[in-house]
């Protein structure tokens, strides 16, 4: 019994250890040494594989960037000679190049030079783009501006005209109560009853006028010999060239004109002002309560 328990137990650490692993799921001796046969075959095929020309100078390139230049290369013992040391800059006091010129690869089949032609023409395209851009919002920016000014001025012109309007009214109403007939100046008063004025006047004149002989013939010799017209078609030409006139003679003073001149003639004579709506005592009293005469006094 005593040598037995001498013995080692064969459940024990130092008798698992000395066992082969014969787990489940393990490959054979035969199958590793086919796998391992194998992979050696694999491997013996990649390295006798031929490299393309462009992997084998890529690698020439980088194995020679990443080394220095030796003693033995020809440019390196001409400038040994001529007193240069490695690691120190070209020049007499060292204002030169430290580093070798950069290689730049060449991709394409381009010629010399047509890469940095290709890439002026780009940066020429860019900044034609970018002018082009500019002027176009420039060319907004004026085109918004005169948008805006043109509001303005019209809106200002519809204002004077209405202005205009009002003083015009308030002017007639004013010289009829003196008993005055007709206006200081054609635009003192409202065109529409200027235009019913005058066809008044006309009608009248023909009312009491009396075409007798003599008229009749006077009227003959100026008026060609045309049965289709009658006296009226020519008196209507005439009234609507003396429109024309008129109409002529009122573009050549702006709106803005016949309000100024309205307004002081008001202020003058009726001591009136438009703006205020008040006809005052006398001129002390139109200066004194009175803001201004323009609009804009009256807006502030």
């Not at 020809?74 to 007193?83: D, I, N, P, T, V």
């Not at 690691?87 to 007499?92: D, E, Q, Y």
């Not at 089949?109 to 940095?116: A, E, I, Q």
């Not at 032609?117 to 420039?138: C, I, P, T, W």
């Amino acid at each position: 019994m005593s040598n037995d328990s001498e013995e080692d137990d064969y459940m024990s650490d130092a008798i698992l250890q000395q066992c082969k692993d014969t787990r489940p799921g393990l490959v054979s001796s035969r199958q590793a040494k086919n796998y391992q046969r194998e992979e050696k075959e694999k491997q013996a095929k990649i390295n006798n594989t031929f490299k393309p020309k462009k992997v084998i100078e890529n690698e020439k390139r980088e194995e020679g960037l990443q080394s220095a230049i030796g003693s033995e290369n020809k440019g390196f013992a001409l400038l040994a000679k001529m007193g240069y040391k490695p690691g120190t800059a070209l020049g007499k006091r060292g204002e030169g190049r430290s580093e070798p010129v950069p290689i730049e690869l060449k991709n394409g089949r381009g010629g010399l030079g047509r890469d940095t032609e290709v890439k002026r023409k780009q940066a020429q395209a860019v900044a034609f783009r970018a002018m082009v851009s500019h002027k176009r919002q420039k060319m907004e920016l004026r085109q918004k501006q005169h948008f805006v000014a043109n509001m303005s001025n019209r809106f200002s012109e519809q204002q004077a005209e209405r202005d205009l309007y009002k003083s015009q009214k308030v002017c007639e109403q004013l010289d009829s109560q003196k008993d005055i007939t007709e206006p200081e100046l054609y635009y003192f008063w409202p065109a529409s009853h200027l235009k019913k004025l005058k066809k008044k006047a006309q009608q009248h004149v023909r009312d009491e006028c009396d075409l007798d002989d003599d008229f009749n013939d006077e009227r003959d010799d100026a008026i060609p010999k045309n049965p289709l017209r009658s006296i009226h078609d020519f008196e209507e030409e005439e009234e609507e060239e003396e429109e024309e006139e008129e109409e002529e003679i009122i573009d050549t003073v702006t709106t803005e004109e016949k309000l100024q001149i309205l307004t002081k003639y008001l202020r003058t004579n009726y001591i009136y002002c438009v703006w205020c709506g008040t006809r005052y005592d006398d001129a002390e009293d139109l200066n004194s309560s009175c803001p201004g005469s323009t609009a804009e006094a009256h807006d502030e």
